[in-house]
C-alpha cells in the first residue's frame, strides 16, 4: 500500500496539504511495522501533537525526549522537535541537517525517510519566506530613510514654512 508520505512526496502536493488530512489517513495503514513508537503513523501523530501543543507542553515534550537518540525513530522525534518554535530546543539549522541525514538513509523505513523528507521540505519553504521577510524588511527600511532624508532636506530649503509648504510671500 502506497503511503500518503510517499503520495505527497510524489506529488509535490505537500504543502498543501494539512498535517490533520495526514494524520488522518495514516491512522488508516495499520499494518504492522516492529515498534509502534517508530511507526510512521506514532511519527506523524508525534508531530501533529507537537504542532499543536502550547509553549509550555512543547517545552515538556523537548525534555522528554531530548535524550531519545538510540534509534532512528528517536532522532527523527528529536529533529522534528527542533523544528518547531516555543520551545528551549528549538533549532531549525539543526533540525535540518538531521532530516536530512534521516531522510538520506536507506536503512531506514521508507515511510519515515519521507516524513523527514516531508518536514524539510515545510523547512526549506520557511527559512525562504524568512530570507525573503528580511530583504523586504531591509528594503522597507532603506525606504523610510530615504523619505526622511527628502524629509529633511525639504525642511531646510529657503522659503518653506514649518509644515514644509512654500511660504506666502507677498511683495
Same mark, same amino acid.
Given at each position: 500500500?502506497?503511503?500518503?508520505?510517499?503520495?505527497?512526496?510524489?506529488?509535490?502536493?505537500?504543502?498543501?496539504?494539512?498535517?490533520?488530512?495526514?494524520?488522518?489517513?495514516?491512522?488508516?495503514?495499520?499494518?504492522?511495522?516492529?515498534?509502534?513508537?517508530?511507526?510512521?503513523?506514532?511519527?506523524?501523530?508525534?508531530?501533529?501533537?507537537?504542532?499543536?501543543?502550547?509553549?509550555?507542553?512543547?517545552?515538556?515534550?523537548?525534555?522528554?525526549?531530548?535524550?531519545?537518540?538510540?534509534?532512528?525513530?528517536?532522532?527523527?522525534?528529536?529533529?522534528?522537535?527542533?523544528?518547531?518554535?516555543?520551545?528551549?530546543?528549538?533549532?531549525? $539549522?539543526?533540525? *535540518? @541537517?538531521? /532530516?536530512? %541525514? =534521516?531522510? &538520506?538513509?536507506?536503512?531506514?523505513?521508507?515511510?519515515?525517510?519521507?516524513?523527514?523528507?516531508?518536514?524539510?521540505?515545510?523547512?526549506?519553504?520557511?527559512?525562504?519566506?524568512?530570507?525573503?521577510? $528580511?530583504?523586504? *524588511? @531591509?528594503? /522597507?527600511? %532603506? =525606504?523610510? &530613510?530615504?523619505?526622511?532624508?527628502?524629509?529633511?532636506?525639504?525642511?531646510?530649503?529657503?522659503?518653506?514654512?514649518?509644515?514644509?509648504?512654500?511660504?506666502?510671500?507677498?511683495?
Amino acid at each position: 500500500m502506497l503511503s500518503l508520505a510517499r503520495a505527497f512526496i510524489c506529488s509535490g502536493l505537500f504543502p498543501a496539504i494539512s498535517a490533520g488530512m495526514l494524520l488522518s489517513a495514516c491512522v488508516l495503514d495499520a499494518s504492522p511495522r516492529g515498534d509502534a513508537r517508530s511507526s510512521p503513523s506514532s511519527q506523524l501523530e508525534f508531530l501533529v501533537a507537537a504542532m499543536n501543543a502550547t509553549p509550555d507542553q512543547r517545552e515538556k515534550l523537548w525534555r522528554a525526549h531530548r535524550g531519545d537518540t538510540g534509534s532512528e525513530a528517536g532522532r527523527l522525534r528529536i529533529a522534528l522537535l527542533q523544528s518547531l518554535p516555543s520551545h528551549s530546543g528549538y533549532d531549525p $539549522a539543526a533540525a *535540518q @541537517r538531521d /532530516l536530512k %541525514k =534521516i531522510s &538520506s538513509r536507506s536503512q531506514v523505513d521508507p515511510d519515515l525517510r519521507n516524513l523527514a523528507k516531508l518536514r524539510v521540505a515545510e523547512l526549506d519553504t520557511m527559512l525562504e519566506y524568512q530570507a525573503s521577510n $528580511a530583504d523586504l *524588511q @531591509r528594503r /522597507l527600511d %532603506k =525606504i523610510v &530613510s530615504i523619505e526622511r532624508s527628502l524629509d529633511t532636506a525639504a525642511d531646510k530649503q529657503p522659503g518653506r514654512n514649518d509644515s514644509g509648504k512654500p511660504a506666502n510671500i507677498s511683495r
